[in-house]
């Protein structure tokens, strides 16, 4: 888990994409899944995921998200089943129509998760706050904010990581199979996760601001993020999705 | 290059003073090292240093502070960070970005460096702290050293006139820290960059510090040339500073009248006294 929001170099075509399209892509995915009302279709959504994990060269991080998400969509699928009442009786309580539902939206959970976690990990953040301050004239302050929020997930993972194994090795039970008691011993460590963060991020923004946080403007940049024809290409593809969604 | 006089700092919120009527002068061209066991009030002295104090860590700000002749408080913070350039402590929070390539490219492009002297620049950063090979790897596949050096190539390519590094061997071991103080000592007769570092490796410091300060409880304790401050190791020692094993024996053979000089820097020093001795 931890590992999946770390940048994965690389040189596909997915790499080669403006870093706008990338996300440009991720967001598409997402709304063909809630406008589309075809079971087959959100189907061919989750290959389409999977095909893009394959295309930037991260196929295995795609299927470890689709592990990661595979408890919820269960739990999901279940509560589905149960509480949908129309439709023919297939079995006990459920119903023909519970199951399409059900299915339909265990499908769209894991089409929405899949695509933008997948263009995270293979774009740098510099590049994608760069981007966004160059092509789309976002303010470099929320460019920074958010990719900072973004660069600190991993560090924190990692952070509480360390809390965890430094109290598990003072007899705290965190390796216990009990899910609820787990998470009643974790809220506690929530305290001296958010001190280390406030402290951490206060010290990175002394860092920003010695190295000229402040002068930052929208020529800043060094590199450049033009527009190629794959990403003419790509964006197509997107319209294509939606159109595909809305029509089927 | 830089002048402090009396300057007293009080971070918002805490009872006493961090740093206490400290007045300093370091000389243009200079290698400067301060010391001082944990809580002395170093940190706060180098972020005074390069304007960070009191300008992000707000606070009772008395005396003076001068660098290149600005006065920190009046003057802006990235201007005086133009000017001292300092590597902080905690190298994780300093590193901004994912690549070694951008991490460089971050100062650069901030203090609007011509886009045609950034190539030349990071070269330059490169290879003075020897990482041309890191160049487009990712931050977390480095390893801590390479991480510092990182953290000081970034710093170098805005060639500042004062190079600040709070506890750069922190977390380095002996072969890779004495590595950090030969860059430092390049960087210092190669470039005439003025060297200000925070080290708590006397050994390091005495061997290629020019000059040394020795902080504690917030106050000055003394400053000088290093080898008139190593004269006072037993003074040091009390205060919880350590001696190099070298200036001990130096003052050993001194107290027994074997010895002309009080104090002995490094270890080809005291052989050639103990030789001379022997023979």
Redesign the interface.
């Given at each position: 888990m931890k590992d999946l929001f770390?940048?994965t170099?690389g040189d596909s075509v997915i790499h080669k994409l403006n870093p706008l399209t990338r996300i440009l892509l991720a967001v598409a995915v997402c709304a063909a899944a809630f406008v589309s009302d075809n079971l087959y279709y959100l189907v061919g959504l989750l290959c389409f995921d999977m095909l893009l994990g394959l295309l930037a060269g991260v196929f295995g991080k795609a299927l470890s998200l689709l592990k990661g998400l595979l408890k919820i969509s269960i739990f999901l699928f279940i509560l589905q089943i149960l509480f949908v009442r129309k439709g023919n009786r297939v079995f006990w309580i459920i119903t023909d129509q519970g199951l399409i539902l059900a299915a339909k939206v265990v499908l769209r959970l894991m089409i929405a998760c899949i695509p933008l976690a997948l263009m995270l990990a293979v774009t740098?953040?510099?590049?994608l706050a760069n981007a966004l301050v160059q092509v789309a004239h976002v303010p470099y302050k929320y460019a920074f904010t958010v990719t900072t929020a973004i660069?600190f997930i991993?560090?924190f993972m990692e952070e509480m990581a360390d809390i965890m194994e430094a109290q598990t090795a003072r007899g705290v039970e965190f390796d216990t199979k009990n899910g609820l008691k787990k998470i009643g011993m974790m809220l506690p460590l929530c305290v001296p996760l958010l001190v280390t963060s406030v402290r951490?991020?206060d010290?990175?923004?002394?860092?920003?601001?010695?190295?000229?946080?402040?002068?930052?403007n929208r020529t800043?940049?060094?590199?450049k993020y033009p527009f190629h024809w794959c990403d003419l290409l790509a964006v197509l593809v997107c319209a294509a999705l939606i159109a595909g969604a809305v029509i089927i | 290059m830089i002048s402090i006089e009396s300057l007293t700092f009080q971070y918002e919120g805490s009872t006493e003073p961090a740093v206490k009527d400290i007045t300093l002068n370091i000389e243009d061209g200079g290698f400067f090292g301060i010391i001082g066991p944990a809580g002395a009030g170093k940190t706060t002295l180098a972020?005074a240093l390069?304007g960070?104090v009191p300008?992000?860590?707000k606070g009772d700000f008395y005396g003076s502070v001068t660098v290149d002749s600005m006065d920190t408080v009046d003057s802006k913070?990235?201007d005086i960070?133009?000017v001292v350039?300092?590597v902080?402590q905690?190298v994780?929070?300093?590193i901004?970005?994912?690549?070694v390539e951008?991490e460089l490219?971050?100062?650069?492009?901030?203090?609007?460096i011509p886009?045609e002297e950034?190539e030349e620049r990071m070269d330059f950063a490169l290879r003075e702290v020897g990482i041309e090979d890191l160049r487009?790897r990712?931050i977390?596949s480095l390893s801590g050293g390479q991480r510092q050096k990182v953290a000081i190539a970034?710093?170098i390519a805005?060639r500042p006139k004062v190079l600040l590094l709070d506890e750069p061997t922190g977390e380095l071991d002996p072969g890779s820290s004495r590595q950090v103080f030969g860059l430092l000592k390049t960087l210092n007769e190669k470039y005439g960059i003025t060297i200000v570092v925070i080290e708590q490796k006397i050994m390091l410091l005495s061997e290629f510090a020019k000059e040394l300060a020795v902080m504690s409880g917030g106050s000055m304790f003394c400053h000088g040339p290093v080898r008139e401050v190593l004269k006072r190791a037993r003074e040091l020692e009390e205060i919880g500073v350590n001696c190099p094993r070298v200036a001990s024996l130096a003052q050993n053979l001194h107290k027994e009248g074997l010895l002309k000089t009080p104090v002995l820097i490094n270890v080809d020093e005291a052989e050639a006294a103990v030789r001379r001795l022997i023979s």
């Open positions: 770390q940048y170099a740098q953040i510099s590049d660069r991993p560090q951490r991020t010290a990175a923004a002394a860092a920003a601001e010695a190295r000229g946080f402040e002068l930052r800043s940049g060094y590199k | 972020r390069c960070i300008h992000h860590y913070m990235t960070c133009r350039g300092m902080f905690d994780e929070s300093q901004i970005s994912s690549v951008d490219l971050y100062g650069l492009e901030n203090y609007g886009h950034i487009y990712t977390a970034s710093v805005l």
